[in-house]
């Protein structure tokens, strides 16, 4: 009995620890697809530099982990809105083979830019001293740096939950997702709107990939190692939904890890068949988008 | 007739001028190992080693004779990249020796061309037990998991650590690790009380470790390949809290390769492994070679595959040496597996010439802190000229 309810602990909390991290990285990936219909499957590349920025700025720069996590999310949220000027408003409403193209290029770019800046090596993360060793609740230890990325990704969940429901920005974001041709008739700049709402999920995936680098390392590899992942978040979720993909985070971040604890060796074959089911169930996510 | 062997002959002197200025012949060396990749720290290594060992001694060759190093990056564990790189080595660049391997599935897709061509290869890591069996020209100068691990079971038994947990990176040197412990541990009287394997390319050890935590066994047995993994299960050991919990910690030298515990911090701290090389060693020979190593490349700290390296290239001089650098691939294969020094920096080494593969010390280390600050691999044990224990419990048939 004991031992069942220390690994339900363990897997709830290594599980949500790396839902956060899921969540706030494929969340802006939803809101590009539900709310301008392009598949961009560069996405991981944000939260890539967004990692690289943190670590980078920390080592070179020397700078404390909060502003060295600024600095990334502001960087890289300014890159995402060039790129959404130049590059990406081009596909909206247009041929899905296109927008794969773009983005796969996009990828190979980002891959080959990686390597030529920062080398082939995994980047060494070091969380804050404040943050680094454990912390004791209730008679159990936990990695500090793990209950923090808890309370934060729910902190930041709260927040996002809340500008989308309650602020003017979100109302036009979820006009504009439910449909954008009656929002433009109403006097909804479309355009803007949707380079602001770039700019913030590009943000998001940067602040993840920034927070969650313990987890999942940085390395040249990352847009295309955890596409598959964030992809699958965005498909069990409902594209375009902003609550679906937490959901199907929460699932695949404890299913995940509950694999790893029990049986690491047959891990993603059943996370893989779960998401197939899954989908077989709810061809359009678990919460689609209006 | 005869004018046309005249032809053939000058023919003949003419191809040996441009390869080689009048008068001096040059052997040519292929090195096949991993130059990129996030694989590569060792195998980088392993070309500092051999490259340091081949400038510092070519003055030590016959007169007239030279060294001609072809490096080949197999970029990781890729087998078929691995064996056209050496296809290509035997029959474009005519090599007479083949080294290098710093994984395993490279080295066994290389092992069968250098039984076609007749070119001895020298395996300077690669660390799988069978692998001396794929070739008749296969020699290695590393160690095998199974020698290493084997020591470190029977260490672990006798000195209280008879209840062991092991947990391996799930490829083939992970599962030799973790049948050597295992047989090492029981052969003295202790026992497993559970194993895990995890994915190699595994993003986050935490949920496996935590596992380890809640079963809570008395010592725990990892691997990891060494490199960039070593320090970040060893920082996941760390925030998870398994010392504080009151887990030992046992392991081979992969896990604390000298090159990487310098970005560690005071994690390791204490934790006992088993190895063939530590950088810390007082040898003579060995405070010769880091001196060397680090005037070479400054700021970096050799690890065992930068001495395999070193040593690799120590036995194809040797052979370059004893016969004026002409030699048949059967001279060659005759004095690189009769091999013998005392003056190794690892200690005295040995090839068995019935396997062709490496009899060493192994040696029982612990991570202390030297007067200057630094972590260091320290020995306080030695398991004296251990061979490979597998192929005596496989004998071949």
């Known amino acids: 009995m004991h031992q069942a309810v220390s690994a339900a602990i363990s897997i709830g909390f290594f599980g949500l620890a790396y839902a956060m991290v899921l969540y706030l990285i494929s969340v802006g990936l939803s809101v590009t697809l539900g709310l301008m219909g392009v598949v961009n499957l560069a996405h991981g590349a944000f939260a890539m530099f967004g990692g690289y920025a943190v670590t980078e700025l920390m080592a070179r720069a020397g700078l404390p982990f909060w502003a060295a996590l600024t600095g990334g999310v502001v960087l890289v949220a300014a890159g995402g809105a060039v790129l959404e000027r130049v590059l990406y408003r081009r596909l909206y409403g247009g041929d899905e083979l296109d927008q794969v193209l773009l983005t796969i290029g996009l990828v190979f770019i980002s891959l080959a830019a990686a390597r030529f800046g920062f080398g082939t090596l995994d980047q060494v993360f070091h969380p804050p001293a404040a943050l680094a060793g454990t912390i004791t609740i209730a008679g159990r230890s936990f990695p500090t740096y793990r209950s923090f990325l808890i309370l934060c990704g729910a902190g930041l969940v709260a927040l996002l939950w809340l500008a989308v429901d309650r602020t003017r920005f979100g109302a036009m974001l979820r006009a504009a997702v439910d449909n954008p041709r009656m929002a433009e008739a109403v006097g909804i700049d479309t355009g803007r709107l949707f380079a602001i709402s770039f700019a913030l999920g590009s943000g998001l995936a940067a602040l993840g990939g920034g927070l969650g680098a313990e987890i999942l390392p940085i390395s040249p590899a990352y847009p295309v190692q955890y596409l598959v992942d964030f992809l699958t978040v965005v498909a069990v979720g409902g594209a375009g939904s902003i609550r679906g993909p937490f959901l199907a985070a929460l699932l695949l971040g404890i299913s995940q890890t509950a694999f790893l604890y029990f049986w690491p060796a047959a891990g993603s074959f059943f996370i893989d068949a779960l998401t197939l089911g899954l989908l077989m169930w709810r061809p359009r996510g678990l919460v689609p988008a209006a | ?397």
Do not use: C
């Open chain 2, 1 to 397: 007739m005869r004018r046309f062997a005249t032809m053939l002959a000058a023919a003949g002197a003419a191809l040996g001028l441009t390869l080689a200025p009048a008068g001096a012949k040059t052997i040519r060396i292929g090195i096949i190992t991993t130059y990129s990749g996030p694989l590569a720290p060792p195998g980088i290594s392993m070309d500092r080693g051999l490259t340091l060992y081949a400038k510092l001694h070519a003055k030590d060759l016959p007169k007239g004779v030279k060294v001609s190093i072809i490096r080949r990056d197999d970029t990781g564990i890729a087998p078929a990249t691995a064996k056209r790189l050496a296809q290509e080595l035997v029959t474009r660049d005519h090599v007479q020796f083949l080294a290098g391997s710093v994984y395993s599935p490279d080295a066994l897709a290389i092992a069968p061309l250098a039984t076609e061509a007749k070119v001895p290869f020298v395996v300077m890591n690669a660390a799988a037990a069978d692998l001396v069996r794929k070739s008749p020209y296969v020699v290695r100068d590393s160690f095998t998991l199974w020698q290493v691990a084997m020591p470190m079971g029977e260490w672990a038994a006798k000195h209280g650590m008879g209840d062991a947990y092991t947990a391996v990176s799930d490829y083939a040197p992970g599962w030799d690790a973790e049948g050597g412990f295992i047989a090492g541990i029981k052969a003295a009287g202790g026992k497993i009380v559970g194993s895990v394997r995890f994915p190699l390319n595994n993003p986050d050890f935490a949920p496996v470790l935590q596992r380890i935590k809640d079963l809570h066994p008395h010592t725990l047995f990892i691997f990891v390949p060494g490199g960039p993994q070593s320090t970040q299960m060893m920082k996941t050991f760390n925030a998870l809290g398994l010392a504080k919990a009151g887990i030992h910690l046992v392991t081979t030298q992969d896990l604390l390769i000298d090159s990487e515990l310098p970005k560690m911090g005071n994690i390791p701290l204490g934790v006992v492994s088993s190895g063939t090389y530590q950088e810390a060693s007082p040898r003579p020979a060995n405070r010769a070679f880091v001196a060397a190593f680090q005037k070479a490349y400054p700021g970096s700290v050799p690890d065992f595959p930068a001495m395999q390296g070193w040593d690799g290239m120590a036995m194809i001089f040797r052979v370059i040496r004893q016969t004026g650098g002409k030699f048949t691939p059967a001279q060659a294969m005759d004095i690189l597996s009769h091999y013998s020094t005392t003056n190794s920096p690892r200690g005295p080494f040995h090839i068995d010439p019935a396997t062709r593969d490496v009899v060493e010390n192994v040696y029982i280390r612990r991570v202390e802190k030297l007067k200057n600050g630094q972590l260091a691999n320290v020995r306080f044990d030695t398991f004296p000229m251990v061979s490979d224990p597998w192929a005596k419990m496989h004998p071949q048939k």
